[in-house]
């Protein structure tokens, strides 16, 4: 069967194991299907998520104009301690960014090989824990904007990174770390401000992944180097396609990207 797709972030279930679906055209592939199935992807062109235009892709999606002035990529949402719609001061689109920024946040711990801490919309739970890989993952503050959530990981971060191990998360690499003990050490970095936020009557989300296999050794593919390639898909994960030979392909990272799948 051949689809065409403009890539995204696969959507997601919390099933158990997670359901993974990506569009294509008018149409749906459930991806969870194909596992143990060969798979080919072949690079076809470019569609900016934003402006809709034909032409190079730079990042999360968008073209290189999109990117530096549309208001869904601010710094902000990188580093959320930079909000400032909470102050009525505008960004690049004031009324876009009180929409996100002020509502629930949820500053979280997850095992993605190693303990991070990470901050999302409450709305994006446990999406946003899917996408990162997470094996398991524990509220531990809710703040009624994004601002207070970046200023408690601010805190945090200068004890649990705040990146994700991505290899380590392929590869089935987990921490031993309990997190609900990791969450009681994590409270002594907040000050008194923070901690009105504190959430603790959470227990960890535990999530399991349609893997096969995990891979031994990763190597990514970017479909600029890369332009077509064929495998045997053994595991979706995080936002990752795991491939018999190795191989990752990062859906997410691909976003704007016009591909044809066939299977």
């Known amino acids: 069967m051949k689809y065409k797709s403009l890539l995204k972030r696969m959507a997601t279930e919390l099933t158990e194991p997670v359901t993974y679906y990506l569009d294509a055209e008018d149409d749906f592939i459930i991806l969870n299907n194909l596992l143990d199935k060969n798979l080919k992807i072949s690079f076809e062109g470019y569609q900016c998520l934003s402006c ?35 102050l009525g001061i505008e960004d690049r689109d004031l009324s876009y960014e009180k929409s996100v920024q002020l509502q629930p946040h949820i500053v979280y711990l997850a095992k993605t090989g190693d303990v991070k801490v990470g901050v999302t919309r409450k709305l994006q739970v446990p999406y946003r824990w899917i996408d990162q890989g997470a094996n398991e993952a524990l509220a531990i503050l809710e703040t009624p ?32 770390k309990d997190i609900l003990q990791v969450r009681e050490q994590t409270k002594k970095y907040l000050d ?4 009105i936020f ?18 031994e050794k990763v190597k990514s593919i970017n479909l600029k180097k890369i332009p077509e390639f064929e495998a045997k898909l ?24 016009i591909v044809n799948l066939s299977f």
């Not at 904007?145 to 649990?160: D, T």
Request: hydrophobic share 35%; proline share 5%.
């Open 52 to 86: 809709g235009q034909d032409v190079p892709i730079f990042a999360q999606g968008m073209c290189k104009k999109c990117y530096f002035e549309s208001p869904q990529v601010g710094e902000w949402v990188m580093k959320p301690e930079l909000s400032q719609a909470h």
């Open 145 to 176: 904007n994004r601002f207070f959530a970046g200023q408690a990981e601010v805190l945090i971060k200068q004890h649990i990174t705040d990146k994700t191990g991505w290899q380590k998360m392929l590869k089935g690499v987990q921490s031993d």
């Open 192 to 195: 008194d401000e923070l901690l």
């Open 198 to 215: 504190w959430l603790d009557d959470r227990q960890p989300v535990k999530i399991t992944y349609p893997v096969i296999k995990h891979p």
């Open 234 to 257: 053994i595991g979706i994960k995080g936002q990752y396609l795991i491939f018999e030979d190795g191989s990752v392909f990062n859906v997410r990272n691909h976003s704007g990207y």
